[in-house]
Nanobody
Framework: QVQLVESGGGLVQAGGSLRLSCAASGRTFSSYSMGWFRQAPGKDREFVARISRGGGRTYYADSVKGRFTISRDNAKNTVYLQMNSLKPEDTTVYYC???????????????????WGQGTQVTVSS
């Protein structure tokens, strides 16, 4: 089992940058593929990005490709989401999630992830 705690959210102007962090408890962090999702009020939770256990494979939603970068540091039990060129439509709560299973398919479905953090709010002003 793993517990996830996100941080790094906040208020930023359009065009600016933020880096989200997700710290994981436990000694098996490197055995999980990690993902970032986001959910606006009244909307479904949507996939943002995923990274493999060792960090060598990543996958992004089209809406963030080229602007966001997911990375991880297994020595620090932390996964990051670097967000550049932020837009007002990126405003929402961001969640990190852990998938203990072997990566098959795109890895973008909510049901593939077993553990979730509490979320961190990102607000982009125009």
């Amino acid at each position: 089992q793993v517990q996830l705690v996100e941080s790094g959210g906040g208020l930023v102007q359009a065009g600016g940058s933020l880096r989200l962090s997700c710290a994981a408890s436990g000694r098996t962090f490197s055995s999980y593929s990690m993902g970032w999702f986001r959910q606006a009020p009244g909307k479904d939770r949507e996939f943002v990005a995923r990274i493999s256990r060792g960090g060598g494979r990543t996958y992004y939603a089209d809406s963030v490709k080229g602007r966001f970068t997911i990375s991880r540091d297994n020595a620090k039990n932390t996964v990051y989401l670097q967000m550049n060129s932020l837009k007002p439509e990126d405003t929402t709560v961001y969640y990190c999630a852990a998938d203990p299973k072997t990566w098959r398919g795109l890895g973008s479905e909510i049901y593939e992830y077993e553990y979730w953090g509490q979320g961190t709010q990102v607000t982009v002003s125009s």
